[in-house]
């Protein structure tokens, strides 16, 4: 076997384990005021947080195109984005980690999303958001407060979106 695809297989693992032990934590962690924070998209679009507080709330979806369990999941996310985008900002963040702006391209081109996305080169979003593993979604109110982070797509995630999208 490759070293690389050892080294993938490794990730895998130890962003799994992280999941588990991380779940308790998530929950101290939400109801914290979210991080602010600007970047552009691939597409050269503004992003930036604080325009969409008292307005609408954000799910930011954190990845990197070498995580199976995020690829896996990006089906959904485009259906999110595509289902509730006019009700809640979707942003997919792509940590930076060994990763590449042309990977994502590549990935994106041959699923056909097209999910607004953010290249976080220096891992600066990453880490103001304390994402230690992917994939990790984070659910941000139109206070601005975290309201719900977990590391797998979830019914409670869902959940939560769907009544967002009803008020």
Not at 13 to 19: D, G, K, Q, R
């Amino acid at each position: 076997m490759k070293a690389s695809v050892l080294i993938n297989k490794g990730w895998q693992v130890m962003v799994l384990a992280v999941a588990v032990s991380m779940s308790a934590v998530q929950a101290a962690e939400t109801d914290q005021t979210a991080p602010l924070f600007e970047a552009k998209t691939l597409s050269g679009q503004a992003f930036d947080l604080s325009d969409y507080l008292g307005k609408q709330p954000v799910y930011l979806k954190f990845w990197a195109t070498w995580c199976s369990f995020c690829k896996a999941e990006m089906p959904h996310l485009n259906a999110i984005e595509q289902q509730f985008g006019d009700e809640i900002k979707v942003m997919s963040i792509n940590v930076g980690f060994n990763d590449s702006v042309a990977n994502i391209q590549q990935f994106f081109g041959q699923e056909g999303y097209d999910i607004p996305t953010i290249f976080d080169a220096n891992g600066e979003i990453t880490q103001k958001y304390q994402v230690v593993g992917t994939p990790h979604h984070i659910l941000i109110d139109k206070d601005g407060k975290v309201a719900y982070r977990t590391f797998l797509a979830t019914d409670q995630l869902d959940q939560i979106i769907e009544q967002w999208a009803q008020h």
